[in-house]
């Protein structure tokens, strides 16, 4: 989603791991209806889903939503291997807590294991990334009005990034 358009992407899977681009479409956006990621008017924007989805042509009404990176705080911490996942649940928060300028019963918090830490074996890098509730919120209401169901959320440059390695 920019400032001007809604595009959707349908990728199938084609075995071990690869996907092709099934179909795409774009649908533009009436001006001032989406500034800087932020959403003026959801009505609006859940229109425009409606219509970008029917376009598509899809019957598939699982989707992958994402956010724009500015309105989500990354950070890599170093984690010792070998903790449970409440313990590194809890750990998270705790750095989160440190590097988040907002209370985290105000944000949505996720973490994602990188792999090992690059100077220590006994250790694991941990992506943090945090977002505001209500921008996740929005997003998710918009995509549950079009008559779509949200299944995961991603910063926009993951995403492509991740849609890019699978078609390649």
């Given at each position: 989603?920019s400032?001007s ?5 349908e990728?199938?899977e ?6 092709r681009l099934?179909r795409?479409a ?5 001006k001032?209806v989406?500034?800087?990621g932020?959403?003026a008017?959801?009505d609006q ?10 376009r598509?042509g ?6 992958a939503?994402?956010l724009?990176?500015a309105?989500v705080i990354?950070k890599?911490i170093?984690?010792?291997?070998g903790?449970?996942e409440e ?7 705790t750095?989160?807590n440190q590097?988040?300028?907002?209370a985290l019963d ?11 830490a690059?100077?220590n ?5 941990v992506?943090?990334a945090?977002s505001?509730?209500e921008?996740?919120?929005d997003r ?5 009005a079009?008559?779509l169901?949200?299944?995961?959320m991603?910063v926009?440059s993951?995403?492509t990034?991740?849609a ?5």
């Open positions: 989603m400032s358009a809604l595009k959707l992407v990728l199938s084609t075995g071990k791991g690869a996907y099934e795409y774009v649908e533009p956006l009436a001032d989406v500034t800087d932020n959403i008017n959801l924007v859940a229109d425009a889903l409606r219509r970008a989805h029917k598509l899809s019957r598939n009404r699982n989707v939503l994402a724009p990176a309105m990354t890599k170093i984690v010792p291997t903790q449970t313990e590194l649940e809890l750990q998270v928060e750095e989160a590097y988040i300028p907002f105000e944000v949505n918090l996720d973490f994602q294991i990188l792999g090992p690059p100077n074996a006994d250790e694991v890098e992506l943090i945090a505001r509730k921008k996740v919120e998710v209401a918009i995509a549950e079009a008559g169901k949200p299944r995961v991603d926009e993951y995403a990034e991740e890019f390695q699978m078609i390649a």
